[in-house]
């Protein structure tokens, strides 16, 4: 027997789904507005974005009329870097029954998106468009071409990308004395290795990311192997030097083990911002210009310290 908490949702849902059919087929015009911007091959398709990622390439390259509507997470400073451009565009709040009242010609989802009702989508003539989740920098290549050719702007995104390109390659003219090796350490001993955002950063920043030696993704490392490694470096996702190498709850009490206490000193111990790690692409040239100059400082005070001593 169905429960009542069961029941209501189902009522709930068919709530929702009667009052988009209704905006739709009772909103003077809407259909035959679509469908004729739609059909006008000067029309540039007005976009709403369901992608944190893709958020920052329509900042970049779309035409703000174009912009619809941006994620939450891109007013979220602890996820997006470019929070101040953001607060330049409207925000979605991710229901549909919103989204279609903005007709928009397409919705940009990603990997983690709830699948959107396909037979509805269908009949409004919504172009769905996903983004994958990069895991380096040339994978977002691509994708921002993706996007550029989808909203009828792949002229602007490949300049956008010869940029980016170009930041990139400034941030790497600095080239480090000597290849440091690096180990993300996180809570309940995860690091990440080959085909991670981070290892993409730490490599093209002219460093060595030990995590690889899991063969793994992402995946745990007993402190034990991480001693017997001996990273020149630990490297943290925070901006609080005081908080990340000490215990919060159990799942991060490896972190104040005495023995990876004692193995990094200040200098050892880095770290860079959450929000040019969440994203391939954009903020990669931030994360590796980022990278080069915490490395290069570190590197200062360890022999300026060693001199006074």
Do not use: W
């Amino acid at each position: 027997m169905p429960t009542k908490i069961m029941v209501n949702r189902k009522r709930e849902t068919l709530i929702a789904l009667l009052t988009v059919i209704i905006i739709f087929f009772h909103t003077p015009g809407m259909a035959d507005q679509s469908e004729n911007l739609r059909n006008n091959k000067t029309h540039l398709p007005r976009v709403v974005s369901l992608n944190l990622c893709a958020d920052a390439y329509l900042m970049a390259f779309a035409k703000p009329e174009q912009i619809l509507g941006l994620t939450r997470q891109s007013s979220d400073p602890t996820l997006s870097a470019f929070v101040e451009e953001a607060s330049n565009f409207p925000v979605s709040g991710g229901r549909m029954s919103n989204i279609i009242e903005q007709h928009p010609d397409i919705i940009i989802i990603n990997n983690y998106s709830p699948p959107p009702n396909k037979a509805l989508i269908d009949r409004l003539g919504i172009k769905i468009v996903k983004l994958d989740a990069a895991n380096s920098y040339q994978t977002a290549r691509a994708e921002i071409l993706q996007l550029g050719k989808a909203i009828h702007r792949l002229e602007a995104a490949k300049a956008y990308l010869a940029q980016l390109d170009k930041e990139l390659e400034y941030a790497r003219h600095t080239e480090l004395t000597y290849m440091p090796s690096i180990i993300n350490y996180q809570r309940r001993g995860i690091v990440v290795g080959e085909t991670h955002i981070l290892d993409d950063i730490i490599q093209l920043a002219g460093a060595q990311n030990l995590g690889r030696d899991t063969g793994r993704t992402i995946g745990p490392m007993s402190l034990e192997n991480l001693i017997r490694l001996q990273p020149d470096y630990v490297l943290s996702i925070s901006e609080n030097d005081e908080q990340t190498l000490k215990a919060r709850d159990r799942g991060s009490e490896i972190l104040s083990h005495p023995a990876l206490q004692k193995m990094f000193s200040a200098e050892r111990h880095i770290y860079i911002p959450q929000n040019l790690t969440v994203c391939a692409g954009a903020t990669t040239p931030k994360a590796v210009a980022h990278l080069i100059e915490t490395l290069q400082s570190s590197q200062l005070s360890a022999e300026t310290r060693q001199i006074s001593e």
